[in-house]
């Protein structure tokens, strides 16, 4: 044992030794098919040299102190949810701590006895998508010492760390692309004005369309976010706008199919564009455009973020750190004019 | 944060709040194996309103074990683990433990990686949907001494419990459904023979026509269980049956897309059910009839079996249990005759 350093190589040293990200290094070790060859040898040299192995648990033991890691989520069978908790694992995998998951399931008391469970058994850190909107249950824990970063919502960067997507940007790429594409008279068939994602995907449309000359936006609000209400929604269409952005897959699949039984032709009378690619979007008889969400990343860079505050300490500063969506085109929306 | 008591709770409080002793309170907190389920939910409701928490150094390091649980699962993203996920993780809050989620992400080496954690964070037991053919990292897992529970896979009884829904049944019960609606002739369009599941569901639809006269079934193989293998199928059809079973719902969306598209009518001259009761199962233009597994059970109840074992301990016996599925009827199959 005599050849073992005092203390044992950590992701961090391999991906410093090798000049790349955290990230890449975790990648090179779970998901090599994502780095190039290169990189890849110069990370497993720099494994090697320091004799790195990942150690899951180990370090807790070894301290006396916890290295578990509480995920807080409102829902883990939603797919949004459950893909974030997908990026979170591996990289408390990837970095030795252990994920506590925890499921709200929209209760706000069952949040706060997770809260407290997380206390009592000294977890290091939480990642939280939280509930609601009472500030003080995170105020409450953060006072406990506990470090704090929530996923799916901004916060202020004096009180910590966030992650989230950008749907403004979103709502602007989705609505760019069908003006871009030849409609430019474009619906928006809404959730809610009180969902936050949804005012956020309006206003990024309304950006879009203000900047292009001859373009005009118009809204309808659905009352459910559903297939059979985006279905309801095309029957009573009137007037056919040129370009349909539905701030929701389901939404989308279900205009096109209630379009489509009009006789409409997609995309050739209307263009339609979703959002979020869920599985729903591959599976119609029209495939959907829609904007794509990087929400494993998300839940990488929650525990990744978090794990910064918690081993570095006060050479920490707190990042609101905020991904961008990326359009996937498919069958919905025209080809380019001049394809 | 007026809103805070200027005292913080005492056990004394909760006590009085739950209408319990004290050394209740104590006992749910640290021994929850003692207490009944009912008394500990009151009690951790009382926890949770008056945000209290204990000195540190109590439960684990006081008692020297942990009150976690491992869940091992292939993909938390996949519908099917997270609704096992939600299952597992309301019933391990209802009896005070933590659930340490583990996504081995179809790796043996990192499911083998979980294991070591569990048993180096000595968790208390193990809830697993194993990984491929290696029952020797189960045995090895035993035989620390660490309770394991098996899901969505049968053990013998004398190695352990284990959780699983009956696939026989569940494919009986869907032909049985196309018999009774007046398709004698049925069609199962089936996955590779080697995925168990889809063996066992072929063999359950062979008991039903076995045991109608003048019933009789075919078998195609789908190279892949998606919605684009289904619409092929329908298209390379020559003779219609007058019932399809498809062992999973995208097959059977996709055959359900592509038979309308020739102009064949659903259900009028061909009967289709499906399998899983995924989102897609209603999203269609033609709603599925398809078979529902009660998946979110299946993890409560592999939860609360692994529970019993550790709590129980000599007076616990291992137990198979086998969860049946339930018809879901809907517009792929016609209306019974006398509606």
């Not at 499921?103 to 929209?106: A, E, P, V």
């Not at 006789?263 to 009378?269: C, H, K, L, Q, W």
């Given at each position: 044992m005599d050849a073992i350093p005092a203390r044992p190589a950590r992701i961090q040293d391999v991906a410093a030794a090798a000049g790349v990200s955290v990230s890449t290094v975790s990648n090179v070790l779970n998901r090599p098919e994502r780095v190039n060859a290169r990189t890849a040898a110069r990370v497993r040299d720099a494994v090697a040299a320091l004799d790195y192995v990942p150690h899951p648990g180990a370090a807790g033991l070894r301290t006396g102190h916890s290295s578990s890691i509480g995920l807080v989520l409102?829902?883990?069978?939603?797919s949004f949810y459950s893909r974030i908790a997908r990026g979170a694992a591996e990289a408390a995998y990837d970095h030795g701590y252990s994920l506590v998951l925890c499921?709200?399931?929209?209760a706000p008391e069952r949040e706060q006895g997770y809260f407290t469970m997380l206390v009592q058994q000294r977890a290091v850190g939480v990642v939280v998508v939280p509930l609601g909107a009472d500030p003080g249950r995170l105020t409450r824990l953060r006072e406990r010492g506990i470090p704090l970063v929530l996923a799916d919502r901004e916060m202020p960067d004096r009180d910590g760390c966030s992650v989230s997507v950008d749907d403004v940007a979103g709502g602007r790429i989705a609505v760019q692309h069908l003006l871009d594409r030849g409609a430019l008279d474009v619906l928006v068939v809404n959730?809610?004005?009180?969902?936050r994602q949804c005012a956020d995907r309006y206003q990024g449309a309304r950006q879009a369309v203000r900047s292009r000359r001859g373009a005009r936006l118009d809204q309808v609000v659905a009352e459910e976010m559903t297939v059979a209400y985006g279905a309801k929604i095309a029957d009573q269409l009137d007037d056919l706008p040129g370009g349909v952005f539905c701030t929701n897959d389901f939404l989308a699949a279900g205009l096109c199919r209630g379009l489509t039984e009009r006789?409409?032709?997609?995309?050739?009378?209307v263009q339609v564009v979703g959002y979020g690619d869920l599985d729903i979007a591959s599976f119609g008889a029209t495939t959907l455009t829609t904007v794509r969400q990087p929400v494993e990343e998300l839940g990488r860079a929650a525990v990744e973020m978090l794990l910064d505050e918690i081993e570095a300490r006060a050479e920490h500063t707190h990042e609101t750190r905020v991904f961008a969506p990326a359009l996937v085109v498919r069958d919905s929306t025209r080809p380019p004019a001049d394809a």
């Open positions: 409102p829902d883990v069978a939603n499921h709200s399931g929209d959730g809610e004005r009180g969902i006789g409409v032709r997609i995309p050739e009378d």
